[in-house]
């Protein structure tokens, strides 16, 4: 399969298309055919050396797409199914990506890849900031730093 990926840091220009492994879904994994992968700041900072990976490295933390294989263990899941996922070091700039079944979640329908790709880092962050660490109620104020970043935005 092929993956952009990059060997060494610096801009976009580092990233390349290389032919990676095929990959075989282990205990509680499903294999995801790629449609839509997330950008995300941190992506661009592994990308710039800025946070530090094991080179060479394929970015991406979410992606969406259809599940086209299921590792022992699995369910809840089949084969067709529409889905996006979530997890650090997850290596969605490829073709298809390997994801532990409890970080992936069904595409509702009206939802396109594109959205679910998008949305699900900045999502989850926005959801646990309001309502986990501190749950906020009517009457509060909440000041959000970088509204016009995605987890802003969804705040």
């Given at each position: ?129 309001a309502c986990t660490t501190y749950p906020l109620k009517p009457g509060d104020t909440c000041l959000v730093h970088a509204a016009a970043g ?6």
């Open positions: 399969m092929n993956a952009a990926c990059f060997a060494a840091p610096g801009g976009p220009e580092v990233l390349r298309l290389a032919e990676v492994p095929d990959l075989e879904p282990g205990p509680r994994q499903l294999v995801i055919r790629v449609e839509a992968a997330g950008v995300n700041f941190i992506d661009l900072y592994q990308r710039a050396g800025q946070y530090k990976t094991v080179l060479p490295f394929i970015p991406g933390q979410e992606a969406a797409g259809t599940v086209t294989a299921l590792g022992p263990g699995v369910t809840g899941f089949a084969a067709g199914d529409r889905v996006v996922c979530y997890n650090g070091g997850l290596a969605a700039y490829a073709e298809y990506v390997l994801a532990p079944a409890d970080r992936v979640v069904r595409l509702p329908n009206g939802v396109s890849a594109e959205q679910g790709a998008a949305v699900m880092l900045q999502g989850l962050t926005a959801h646990y900031l995605g987890t802003g935005l969804l705040l």
